[in-house]
């Protein structure tokens, strides 16, 4: 029975094991090899709040992209070799604002100042998507650490993979069910709309479309709707014209998107199909009274949203620049 416990057999098991098992993720990954990562994060999404508050939605609805469709590997911040800045804006996000690259690309050069070729671009971009949210009210939730970077990004990954404006309740479902996700998960996660903001022509024809007899949507509260219709009356000519998802509270992280949304104050279809199933109303009910545990909800959902199917050992790389692969033959 000895030889089961032989150090020369323990070894032979554990280099048997699939690479990804030796490479498991931790809180504390870059501990010895870059002991002032957290705190470079940090003082960058300090800095970069104080004069760009969006940042925290842009990072999170930049994060949620790149964890939906290559699962948190860093593929949605390419910009060479693949297909460029342009394209990846128009299908991923078209109105996601540059703070959230630029807050990733600003911490990767300090740390690559600081430790160089050891922190990848899907890691700064996880611990800054959750720092911004905590300096914007939100909870602080744990992020385990070493990802590696992808090595593909292709735009065509992106259809089928991301939530729609105008998605129904069951395509919502069924998307996130795919990923994983329960649907208390689900309206957990869309709670970070809480500091989230739209361009108006994803909610237009609520507005001016709806139907043949009744322009706008009756089911949108009269006043909201009205001071939508202000902020988005020269969309076509303006395509930049857009509209915080929580008018009250704007910029707070907190439960009164929930609020809103039992108010008729939701501003995408989609955000107002939460209410109307019975399936996720009673959790948009739960939410709405309950703060303390919308933000339990919250941060375990995006513990589990940022470990999924992330890449480990040789099946990424670490960048030295995040909007390109290390060599152009990926």
Do not use: W
């Not at 989230?196 to 089911?219: I, V």
């Amino acid at each position: 029975m000895a030889f089961f416990h032989s150090p020369a057999l323990l070894l032979l098991l554990f280099l048997s094991l699939p690479f990804s098992v030796q490479s498991q993720l931790s809180l504390h990954y870059y501990q010895k090899t870059c002991p002032d990562f957290a705190q470079i994060v940090h003082d960058t999404v300090a800095r970069k709040h104080a004069t760009s508050p969006v940042t925290a939605a842009a990072s999170m609805r930049l994060f949620f992209s790149d964890c939906l469709v290559g699962g948190c590997d860093g593929s949605v911040l390419v910009s060479s070799n693949v297909f460029n800045h342009a394209e990846r804006d128009a299908e991923l996000n078209r109105d996601l604002p540059g703070d959230a690259f630029d807050v990733v690309t600003r911490a990767k050069i300090t740390l690559e100042l600081s430790c160089p070729g050891i922190v990848s671009c899907s890691d700064v971009l996880a611990q800054a998507t959750r720092d911004l949210i905590a300096a914007a009210g939100g909870p602080s939730y744990k992020v385990e650490l070493g990802r590696k970077d992808s090595l593909v990004s292709k735009v065509s990954d992106v259809e089928g993979n991301i939530p729609k404006p105008n998605q129904s309740i069951d395509e919502l479902i069924k998307l996130y069910a795919a990923k994983g996700f329960t649907i208390q998960e689900m309206v957990a996660l869309y709670g970070g709309r809480t500091i989230g903001f739209s361009n108006c022509r994803e909610f237009s024809d609520r507005l001016f479309n709806f139907g043949k007899n009744t322009p706008t949507d009756p089911e949108i509260n009269s006043k909201y709707a009205e001071a939508l219709k202000k902020s988005c009356a020269d969309y076509e000519k303006n395509p930049a014209s857009s509209a915080y998802s929580d008018p009250v509270t704007p910029g707070k992280f907190d439960n009164v998107y929930y609020q809103n949304l039992l108010r008729g104050m939701g501003l995408l279809a989609s955000d107002h199909a939460l209410v109307k199933d019975p399936r996720t109303r009673k959790f948009v009910e739960m939410y709405a009274g309950n703060q303390a545990l919308f933000f339990k909800d919250f941060g375990e959902a995006m513990e589990k949203m940022s470990v999924r199917e992330v890449k480990t050992g040789g099946k990424g790389e670490v960048r030295t620049r995040c909007d390109a692969f290390n060599s152009i033959n990926h």
